[in-house]
């Protein structure tokens, strides 16, 4: 797959702001006509919400359409909406919307999807997909595919967050690895991160927008309402415009590593080095494995027990001691050391349930 950039923009970060739900035209056009002043790039508000309850507010429907309309001509901002179905893609390309995003509980859906992708065929507007809630790559890649195929070439991913049971940090799991995973696999695919649906709070956007950044993301979404504690949908997560405005202001671009021929050359060398003691640390491990065995041996033949626990909390605390002059924490000393003293104890074990032959 060969992606092209959603829009010509040459710097980062692509940014794309706006309330989570459509609620009313004048709250639309204030957030929008306060967001415009700051130079962000597409304007988003939903119109038909994916709720996990019914009886919540499920979007105002199509004439929140009209609104997006009235932001693109009289605001002069790009807008976007999700589209969970053919029918609100056709409802969408009536009313002009610049780019149509998918959301993450239609992501996990191949059929509904593919509905999307066949309802767009044949049309050019970028299209935007969100992870699937639960943290499968090839579901989010499937996703992908399905809109590329149907001829849609600009394409861009959202990283929202994962679905988790027990994560008391944030309300959707970042789990940095996956949209890593998927930049590796392809580098041209533009990739924004929702801080807002990743952080479910307001006080840890900024960490997790300049975390993106760090990691050579495109761009952000954030959820911005004019009055967030009021809002019909996610109101714990939305920023005011001026909020907004701080957030964007606070991150630091830091210069994208691949650009830097010193950079580059740098690094290689110190990764080799990384390399050369890894590799003695290995070699030495290896060793002491086989000193474990002949312990293993000597134990057999006079007969002692593997486990001494006299013998280990020595090691500990020496090692413990020995670790601090080095910088090494006890608590990685205690890991490390547990670990090895465990695959001694399986050497010796294996020695000394040997058969004589
Ligand atoms: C949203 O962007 O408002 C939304 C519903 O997001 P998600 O699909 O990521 O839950
Ligand atoms: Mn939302």
Same mark, same amino acid.
Do not use: E, V
């Given at each position: 797959m060969k992606f092209q950039p959603i829009f010509e923009k040459k710097e980062r970060p692509l940014i794309v702001a706006g309330p989570c739900s459509a609620e009313s035209e004048d709250q639309v056009l204030q957030t929008a006509r306060a967001l415009a002043k700051q130079d962000i790039d597409l304007f988003r508000a939903g119109i038909w919400k994916p709720r996990?309850?019914?009886? !919540?507010?499920e979007g105002v429907g199509t004439v929140g359409l009209k609104w997006l309309k009235k932001v693109k001509e009289e605001v002069g901002l790009k807008v976007t909406t999700e589209v969970a179905n053919a029918g609100h893609v056709y409802e969408t390309m009536k009313y002009g919307i610049d780019v149509v995003w998918i959301g993450a509980r239609t992501t996990v859906s191949p059929f509904a999807v593919q509905d999307i992708a066949d309802a767009l065929e044949g049309t050019d507007i970028p299209v935007l997909i969100k992870n699937p809630i639960n943290p499968d790559l090839k579901l989010w890649i499937g996703a992908i595919e399905r809109i590329y195929k149907a001829g849609i070439t600009k394409i861009g991913v959202i990283h929202r967050g994962f679905s988790s049971f027990d994560d008391k940090t944030y309300r959707n799991t970042p789990r940095w690895q996956l949209p890593i995973e998927l930049m590796q696999q392809f580098p041209d695919l533009t990739i924004i991160c929702d801080n807002s649906h990743i952080c479910g709070?307001?006080?840890?956007l900024q960490p997790v927008a300049q975390k993106a950044m760090d990691l050579n993301f495109h761009g952000v979404m954030t959820e911005t309402h004019p009055d967030p504690d009021n809002a019909w949908s996610d109101a714990k997560q939305q920023i005011t415009p001026a909020v907004f405005k701080e957030l964007m202001d606070s991150l630091v671009l830091r210069e994208t590593i691949s650009s830097n021929e010193d950079f580059l050359h740098n690094i290689e060398d110190l990764r080799s080095q990384i390399d050369l003691i890894d590799n003695e640390v290995l070699d030495l491990l290896g060793k002491r494995m086989q000193v474990a065995d002949s312990i293993g041996e000597y134990k057999k033949r006079n007969n002692i !027990?593997?486990?001494?626990p006299a013998r280990w909390t020595e090691i500990l605390e020496a090692a413990a001691a020995k670790g601090k002059v080095r910088g090494l924490s006890e608590e990685f000393i205690g890991k490390m050391l547990k670990a090895i003293h465990q695959e001694s104890i399986n050497h010796q074990e294996t020695v000394m349930n040997k058969e004589h032959s």
């Open positions: 996990t309850r019914p009886n !919540s507010f709070r307001r006080d840890i !027990s593997i486990l001494q």
